[in-house]
């Protein structure tokens, strides 16, 4: 799992930002240690739980844990040393931490990564939510019974 992270982050040149409704590209970061968020060796711990909480997302959709390195001075300006995290938001024609991407979009590139930590293969995140939109959708107890079957496969 840890290889197709890398690959994927490679393969980008990056981390991919989310674009924003007024055009912009954001990419949030938490400010705390592993240790704060409840990281344990061979991501024991709360971890997931807290990391989700603290960034406003489903625990299963946690996949990693990426150290980066952002410039301090860009915190401290920002007035967030305190805080729990940073979001960096540029605006596509005054990219300064974030990279353009050929095709459009940004990136926080991937030379700032100083270590990753895998914790779930993005295969089993992609299938549990096909899998929470099937049922949403009502779909049948076989086609969902075959996808929790893919998922238990992969969780193997």
Known sequence: MLKLIRHKVCDDGGILAAGTTGGAYSFTVSLR????LGWQKNAAGSFRQTVAQRMHMPAD???ALIILG???GVIKNADRQNA???TIEERPEALKLLLPVQGGGAIYSGSHIVKMYGLEPAPLVDAR?????????GASRDEQA????????LKA
């Not at 939510?129 to 099937?134: F, G, P, T, V, Y």
């Open 146 to 153: 075959a996808l929790q079957l893919i998922i238990e496969q």
């Open 129 to 137: 939510k096909d899998l929470a939109k099937l049922i949403a959708e």
């Open 70 to 72: 952002v410039p301090a």
């Open 84 to 86: 729990d995290t940073f």
């Open 61 to 63: 959709d946690v996949q």
């Open 33 to 36: 240690s592993p240790a704060t």
